[in-house]
Structure formats: C-alpha cells, structure tokens
C-alpha cells in the first residue's frame, strides 16, 4: 500500500482542510495553522490504495480545492500551499525542504 507525505506548507490560517480520493476521506484536520519560522502547518502520511484516479484537497470554509490526477501512480511527496492572494491552492510534488 503506497504511502504519501503531505506537507500543508505556507498560508494556512486555523483552516479545516479535507484529503478525498475516490469520495473516500484520508484526511480530516482542523485548525491548520502555518508556523512560519519553518514554512510549515501540518504534515501526514497518508496511506493510499493504489487504485485512486485524483487526489481532492480542499478548505471548505474558504471554498478552495486542488486536484491532483494519479494516473501514473501516487507520488512519494505532494507539497500544498495557499497562494499569496489566498483564492487558490498550489500543489507540487518536488520533495520538501528541510523537514521531510
């Protein structure tokens, strides 16, 4: 069963942020709060199934959601930011920095 990290990094403020894949949740996390001394709110190991189409991040309260499609597989790491203008939401899946 692959696992993967997921660092919720800058511009999370007391956030509710829901991880779904395949209208299955792997992650349900309440007053996500960036530290900005490290750039970082929260991070999780979420084990997968190996079977899910997209991977769906959302922050319901501020009605903002990421798709990320896994036809190739899951990857090891998916960082997720707020963009500065806080309307979005930006996935990478380079590795972390420095807390990883």
């Not at 309260?61 to 997720?80: C, D, F, K, N």
């Amino acid at each position: 069963m692959p696992t993967l990290k997921l660092s919720l990094e800058e511009g999370f403020d007391d956030d509710h942020v829901i991880v779904t894949a395949n209208g299955k949740t792997l992650a349900d996390e309440s007053g996500v709060t960036t530290r900005y001394q490290i750039s970082l709110a929260r991070l999780l190991d979420l084990a997968l199934a190996g079977d899910e189409g997209e991977l769906v991040v959302s922050l319901p309260e501020r009605g903002l959601e990421a798709r990320l499609p896994l036809g190739a597989g899951p990857p090891s790491h998916l960082r997720v930011s707020v963009t500065r203008d806080g309307r979005g939401l930006d996935l990478s899946t380079e590795d972390p920095i420095g807390f990883a």
